[in-house]
């Protein structure tokens, strides 16, 4: 059973920064491409940011809105990818899920990241 699970968000002020996590089980981890996906209220999901298995080397690639400012990162051993989150915005505020890429896993819970202003 593929499982994935968020952990991370909170609530922050503009410019402040969290750090996501998302813990996989049920793959072969290393092989899979994965990314972090978010959905706000009235919005569509849309890919943040995503980070390639070993087969692609690892490449990454981020949503021109939060170049600069996220990072996604993969630890293959401990079946984890994060996003480091800076110089938070107001419309960076939504549910974040992590998923393969494209997304092929039932979506977990996600985390709620709200930032105030």
């Known amino acids: 059973q593929v499982q994935l699970v968020e952990s991370g968000g909170g609530m922050v002020q503009v410019g402040g920064s969290l750090t996501l996590s998302c813990a996989a089980a049920?793959?072969?981890?290393?092989?899979?491409?994965m990314a972090w996906y978010r959905q706000a209220p009235g919005k569509q999901r849309e890919l943040v940011a995503d980070?390639?298995?070993?087969?692609?080397?690892?490449?990454?690639n981020y949503q021109d809105s939060v170049k600069g400012r996220f990072t996604i990162s993969r630890d293959n051993a401990k079946n984890t990818v994060s996003l480091q989150m800076n110089d938070l915005k107001p419309e960076d505020s939504a549910v974040y899920y992590c998923?393969?890429?494209?997304?092929?896993?039932?979506w977990g819970q996600g985390t709620q990241v709200t930032v105030s202003s």
């Open positions: 998923n393969s890429n494209p997304s092929r896993i039932d």
């Open positions: 049920g793959m072969i981890f290393k092989l899979v491409d």
């Open positions: 980070i390639a298995g070993i087969v692609n080397d690892g490449r990454i």
